[in-house]
């Protein structure tokens, strides 16, 4: 979306609602927001945690990078219409999963389930979903597990279960997936560009997996 839509977006809700529901929506937007930055920096220093304990057993760090990114406003938005729900926070904590959000990309395969594995198992952490997208990659390519995961955060005289999504990849399917996302993911793109990059994308996906498979079997060989 570009900088207009995104202002007339804004603008339409303005125009939508009284100035004091805004300004209350705003103030419990503010708070949800707080509680899903927390959530995900829990979520990061569980990972931390694993990398650091995997290094000091193994020599060697599983993961490569660790990303985290609250969804915008717009992207908030945008969603719960395509759901069919009002924008409004009760909504949204109740059926937005991905508002809070960490991508965790390691260096092989094994890795992102050993570390998944080792995430759900944790006795703080509830497993709400998983879809595996390595297992079953989506149509045009996109590998990727994804945990929806609920944590508890605590604040000064309260404890909150917050939910996020958890993407687990690794090098080459982050990759292919940031690349794609640039040039493809939610673009507006014409039905035969469609069809002319589909099979090219499907392609260079199916390639970054080969690598990944062949790289996991040079490390079982080392491992052995
Ligand atoms: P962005 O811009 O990355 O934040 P659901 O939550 O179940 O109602 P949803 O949101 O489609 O449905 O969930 P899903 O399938 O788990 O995908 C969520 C996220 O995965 C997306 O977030 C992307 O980050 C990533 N993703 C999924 N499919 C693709 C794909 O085909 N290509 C790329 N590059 N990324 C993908 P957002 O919020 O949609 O977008």
């Known amino acids: 979306m570009d900088h207009k839509a995104f202002k007339d977006k804004i603008a339409d809700f303005l125009l939508e609602n009284q100035p004091e529901d805004i300004k209350a929506f705003m103030n419990e937007m ?3 927001m707080s509680y899903y930055k927390c959530a995900m920096h829990e979520i990061e220093a569980k990972f931390k945690v694993l ?3 995997f290094s000091l057993q193994h020599e ?6 660790i990303k985290t990114r609250l969804k915008s406003f717009e992207s908030i938005k945008e969603k719960l219409e395509r759901k069919g729900l009002p924008l409004t926070t009760d909504a949204i904590w109740n059926s937005l999963n991905d508002v809070a959000g960490v991508r965790v990309v390691c260096s092989f395969i094994d890795d992102i389930h050993m570390l998944a594995y080792c995430l759900i198992s944790q006795d703080d952490v509830k497993l709400i979903e998983i879809k595996d997208y390595i297992k079953h990659p989506k149509p045009n390519g996109y590998r990727s597990l994804h945990l929806i995961v609920e944590v508890p955060i605590f604040l000064c005289d309260d404890k909150r279960l917050v939910r996020a999504e958890v993407q687990l990849r690794t090098i080459n399917m982050n990759s292919w997936a940031k690349l794609e996302h640039r040039m493809r993911y939610k673009k507006h793109l014409s039905d035969e560009i469609l069809a002319k990059t589909h099979d090219e994308l499907l392609e260079c996906a199916e390639i970054s997996n080969q690598l990944d498979l062949k790289m996991q079997a040079i490390r079982n060989i080392i491992e052995k």
Do not use: A, D, G, H
């Open 51 to 53: 990398n650091e304990q």
């Open 60 to 65: 060697r760090n599983p993961i490569e990078s």
């Open 30 to 32: 503010q708070t949800l």
